[in-house]
């Protein structure tokens, strides 16, 4: 087998109109472009029409709709002659509840023979909490009032009958009595039909997120492993796949030997998980992962590029608009406490049936104010402790600390009751069934990714307004910037902990992709500028706001505007809608207020479509393009370069302006990629922001690519290097103690032009000559002149440096 080193990767979103086959065309460009790894979304059979991949129904085969088994040796097959690598995309969490549900056969067989099915531990359901049947939450109304209407009726599946509803389509228990009252023959059933609207509330399968049409999968029994990986691992001991994705491990009953499991039978692939770390978190340090999927690396490396100094005057301007100073830690509570009591009340549920069995002598209502409390105040997505493993005193200590951060205002929680229910989440207790200790160990860690996810990234971020590029997945918004200290010691740590990291800066889950953060960072920079452009845009769009809309999405709304602009009206309605959905303020999912969201639809419309406001947002984007330019480059360019294995996600190879998805999942022009990237290396001159983007994106990866020993081979180094303006950022990659390659970027490009330029600060270079393979210029090594190097006006706010004599 040939060991292809993954030194870089090239995500490719697969669905219906970008199958396997389209992806084939695109292998010779990828590996022009200098990628070493094509990284594919999830390519198990998925949902028909499936645009993500994450729906899966059947582990056993590639999705037909993506070209299926053939297609995928054709896009091996094309990878390996052209040099290239495969990564994929796992999904071990959960599979899809489809319609029709025999699509997904082992749910099939579980709907229609209960407990007694061969499949019965494939999925994690509490049986005794609806009586020993699956709960399924797909009618429109209750159950009675179906009945009565008629909507549901007997049919036939393969000489089977079968009970449908619409186009929902349900499996009868061998036995059943076809000839009885259709009301008495669905209640004899496995399962139980209901409304949609009691999911919350009772489902007693464990879903993902809040998502009831997909059911969690237990990967910890060895049986399901095997079965929901044999094709996948097949692919890696064959060559077809170099490495792998996991998604969400905090969802796993037990990641670290999930990992280890997978690390066996692929005999220690690359292997990468997307896991979100809080603040400082660290990986646990026993997980058999080469690191995280990059939103560590995101929130520093964009942090480069906001200026501290503008938290101040943003607060004060959000504040004036909204008649208070937003505490997003208040938000943040408020929002997981209602997500906690109403979203996941089924899953806080189920925690208490197993507090009621491993401690039936502790007082209910209480107990259960304590678990809220601690999935209210936990400030990560999980601990990781598990059952049979002394926890560490850590891991004690953040508990407790839940409970202080958690707890509602003015409730007082029996301190017995709450040392009852953290023994309990610690594994040490002395309950009457060690059992439900053990499970609902388990179960809580489970519990609180949602409560995260859902609180943090999809509620409280679409509230809280101070500069809304900071809201993003793994972000931290109360961190305006980071410091070149800061940013040096993060680089540093990977090379050290995680030298095979993968790194990003957009992902298919980002809030906003790289540029349209590169663009709002500027707001940090010119915070004066920005209150004053949107006083007057504010002042031009007086006829556009009704009573109905909140100055709080307003707000919202005008940054993102000029993140993404230009926009088209159909892209910003759509992500209108979500935003207010998701914040949950005036509107939501399940209860769409028509009034407030018809306001904004009109808001929306007059933005993108008056004359004056399309050119006061115009203006902006042009008065600000020094700074966007800068950013735009300069963060790419440190994200190829840095330690890790850097994600190019797919078409940001040039500006993306793209927003949450399914916006980030739009088709790639990718002939327009080639062409340009043509021009570019036959040496034009670049044209526009996509062409400099494209050249610094390919000189990079091909540089890593060249020399992958400077980047990530076993002796791969990261030395900072000094300058004397604070307005500029330089680090060199070596083998061993020398460095071969140099990456110089400008930021707060803003503040720099104020200050007239670099003038004569300067870079401290180590000796020899270089080359930069941007501009195509030799300086010699010493003191550097920052304003010959990246100060020209008329060229590159950026350079990538490599010693002469070294061909890239």
């Known amino acids: ?21 389209d992806a084939v065309a695109q292998v010779d460009h990828l590996a022009t472009l200098g990628v070493s790894h094509l990284y594919l979304s999830p390519i198990l059979q998925a949902s028909a029409g499936s645009k993500h991949g994450y729906d899966v129904i059947d582990h056993t085969a590639v999705a037909e709709g993506l070209g299926g088994d053939e297609a995928f040796a054709r896009l091996v097959a094309a990878a390996h002659a052209a040099g290239l690598g495969v990564v994929v995309d796992v999904v071990p969490n959960h599979m899809t509840t489809p319609t029709p549900l025999w699509l997904n056969r082992p749910l099939w067989s579980v709907l229609r023979e209960g407990r007694g099915s ?4 494939w999925f994690d359901i509490d049986w005794d909490a609806q009586g020993g049947r699956i709960l399924m939450p797909v009618l429109g109304a209750p159950l009675d009032e179906v009945l009565a209407a008629g909507d549901i009726t007997l049919g036939d599946h393969e000489g089977e009958p079968v009970v ?7 499996p009868l228990a061998a036995g059943s009595d076809t000839e009885a009252p259709i009301g008495e023959l669905v209640e004899a059933q496995h399962y139980r039909l209901a409304s949609w609207t009691i999911a919350d509330d009772e489902l007693n399968y464990r879903r993902f997120f809040d998502v009831t049409s997909l059911i969690a999968v237990r990967v910890e029994e060895p049986e399901v492993f095997d079965e929901t990986h044999r094709l996948l691992i097949d692919g890696i001991r064959s060559g077809a796949i170099d490495g792998l994705r996991i998604d969400h491990p905090d969802g796993l009953a037990d990641p670290e030997g999930y990992l280890e499991r997978l690390a066996e039978v692929t005999d220690g692939a690359w292997v990468v998980v997307e896991k979100i770390l809080e603040g400082d978190e660290r990986l646990p340090a026993g997980w058999r992962t080469a690191g995280t999927t990059g939103y560590d690396a995101l929130l520093r490396v964009g942090g480069l590029f906001v200026d501290p100094d503008g938290a101040g005057p943003l607060d004060d301007l959000s504040a004036q608009l909204l008649g208070e100073h937003q505490d997003l830690e208040a938000i943040i509570t408020e929002s997981k406490r209602w997500v906690v009591q109403v979203m996941l009340a089924a899953e806080v549920s189920r925690l208490m049936r197993l507090v009621a069995r491993a401690r039936p002598d502790l007082e209910q209502a209480a107990a259960r104010e304590v678990v809220e409390a601690m999935l209210v105040g936990m400030d990560r997505y999980r601990v990781y402790i598990r059952p049979g493993v002394p926890a560490s005193a850590a891991d004690a200590a953040e508990l407790e600390s839940t409970v202080a951060r958690g707890a509602r205002p003015g409730v007082e929680l029996p301190r017995a009751v709450v040392e009852a229910v953290i023994d309990l989440a610690l594994g040490q207790a002395s309950p009457v069934e060690a059992a439900a200790q053990d499970e609902f160990v388990v179960r809580f860690q489970q519990t609180c990714g949602p409560a995260m996810a859902k609180a943090i990234e999809d509620t409280a971020y679409y509230r809280y307004v101070r500069l809304v590029g900071l809201n993003e997945v793994g972000g931290d918004p109360t961190r305006v910037g980071v410091s070149t200290s800061t940013f040096h010691a993060f680089a540093r740590g990977l090379l050290e902990r995680s030298p095979r990291t993968m790194t990003t800066l957009s992902t298919h889950d980002t809030k906003r992709a790289e540029d349209v953060r590169a663009r709002l960072a500027v707001l940090a920079e010119r915070p004066a500028a920005w209150a004053e452009w949107l006083a007057e845009a504010r002042r031009l769009a007086v006829d556009l706001r009704s009573d109905e809309l909140d100055v709080l999405t307003e707000y919202f709304l005008w940054q993102t505007a000029v993140g993404a602009w230009p926009i ?3 892209r910003l309605q759509a992500y209108a809608l979500k935003a207010i959905r998701e914040s949950k303020l005036f509107t939501r999912w399940t209860e769409p207020n028509t009034a407030y969201e ?11 479509s008056t004359p004056e406001i399309v050119s006061h947002l115009e203006s902006w984007v042009e008065a600000t393009g020094v700074e966007t330019r800068a950013n735009v480059l300069g963060q790419k360019l440190v994200q190829l370069t840095m330690p890790g294995v850097p994600d190019v996600y797919q078409g940001t190879d040039l500006v993306d302006l793209s927003l949450v998805d399914p916006d980030n999942r739009r088709l790639v022009d990718y002939d327009e990629r080639r062409r340009r990237l043509a021009r570019l290396d036959a040496g034009v001159v670049p044209s526009d922001l996509h062409d400099e983007k494209l050249l610094v994106t390919a000189a990079a990866l091909r540089t890593r690519r060249e020399w992958s020993e400077c980047f990530v081979g076993p002796e791969a180094g990261y030395q900072p290097l000094e300058t004397t ?28 032009r104020d200050a007239g330029g670099f003038g004569d600060s300067t870079l401290t270079l180590p000796d020899g000559e270089w080359t930069d393979v941007l501009a195509q210029q030799t300086v010699d090594g010493g003191a550097v002149q920052l304003a010959s190097l990246v100060g020209d006006p008329d060229g590159l706010p950026v350079a990538l440096l490599v010693r002469v004599g070294e061909e890239v």
């Not at 087998?1 to 086959?21: G, K, Y």
């Not at 449908?164 to 349900?170: G, L």
């Not at 604070?726 to 503040?751: M, Q, W």
């Open 1 to 21: 087998m040939t060991e292809r080193p993954i030194v870089s990767t090239h995500r490719l979103q697969l669905e219906p109109d970008f199958t396997l086959d």
């Open 118 to 121: 061969s499949y019965a531990s």
């Open 164 to 170: 449908r509803y619409y186009d929902h389509v349900f």
């Open 568 to 570: 088209s009206e159909e």
């Open 598 to 608: 018809s306001a904004v639809e009109f808001f929306v419309a007059g933005l993108v």
């Open 725 to 752: 303006s604070p307005y500029a950022v330089a680090f060199g990659r070596g083998a061993g103690d020398g460095i071969d390659v140099v990456t110089v970027v400008t930021r707060l490009a803003g503040r720099l």
